[in-house]
T-cell receptor, first 112, second 116 residues
Framework: DQQVKQNSPSLSVQEGRISILNCDYT??????FLWYKKYPAEGPTFLISISSIKDKNEDGRFTVFLNKSAKHLSLHIVPSQPGDSAVYFC???????????FGKGTSLLVTP | DGGITQSPKYLFRKEGQNVTLSCEQN?????MYWYRQDPGQGLRLIYYSQIVNDFQKGDIAEGYSVSREKKESFPLTVTSAQKNPTAFYLC???????????????FGSGTRLTVV
């Protein structure tokens, strides 16, 4: 059963605009969330994370927002650049868990 | 530089044959993981190991086997019992066993396995 859900398989955004990638989770025990970026035929790379004690974490052009009551998080990329085109995975963990739970990913295309 | 190395990058296997995918890390990480990626399926956990000489089944362990004889190495064998082995396989490691809560996982570059 998918505990981390990324309901948008793909997203297309113009260069310079904001990209918003969404993620929902069902397990209320999750308290740490991460975003990974993946290019084709490569392993995912860590992008940004957030603990459940926060509702926002910012790193340069990337900001993650967490809404615990809605069990929802989002990744904002501002401004979007063509090099941001990749698959983005949302992941979650709990203190009692044994591994990260990943969503199915959202493929972002940033067009010039 | 520290990192995690998967080999080979591409692998072809005949039906009915076992094949072993290599994963080596020099990050001194305790925990290691194997994930499988299929189109539209995201990353699914096959096996994980939190410490040397110990490993546990993940969500889709059937048809796979692993060993963890050394901290640096976590090879995955895809056996003939795996019904649909064609996929992209990713190995990962983390500092803290189990959850990667400190700074997440470090992933290898993956192995593309194709059954012919």
């Amino acid at each position: 059963d998918q505990q981390v859900k990324q309901n948008s398989p793909s997203l297309s955004v113009q260069e310079g605009r904001i990209s918003i990638l969404n993620c929902d989770y069902t397990n209320s025990m999750f308290d740490y969330f991460l975003w990974y970026k993946k290019y084709p035929a490569e392993g995912p790379t860590f992008l940004i994370s957030i603990s459940s004690i926060k509702d926002k974490n910012e790193d340069g052009r990337f900001t993650v927002f967490l809404n615990k009551s809605a069990k929802h998080l989002s990744l904002h990329i501002v401004p979007s650049q063509p090099g941001d085109s990749a698959v983005y995975f949302c992941a979650a963990s709990s203190n009692s868990g044994y591994a990260l739970n990943f969503g199915k990913g959202t493929s972002l295309l940033v067009t010039p | 530089d520290g990192g995690i190395t998967q080999s080979p990058k591409y692998l072809f296997r005949k039906e009915g044959q076992n094949v072993t995918l290599s994963c080596e890390q020099n990050l001194n990480h305790d925990a290691m993981y194997w994930y499988r990626q299929d189109p539209g399926q995201g990353l699914r956990l096959i096996y994980y190991s939190q410490i040397v000489n110990d490993f546990q089944k993940g969500d889709i362990a059937e048809g796979y086997s692993v060993s963890r004889e050394k901290k640096e190495s976590f090879p995955l064998t895809v056996t003939s019992a795996q019904k649909n082995p064609t996929a992209f396989y990713l190995c990962a490691s983390s500092i803290d066993p189990g959850t990667g809560r400190i700074d997440g996982y470090t992933f290898g570059s993956g192995t593309r396995l194709t059954v012919v």
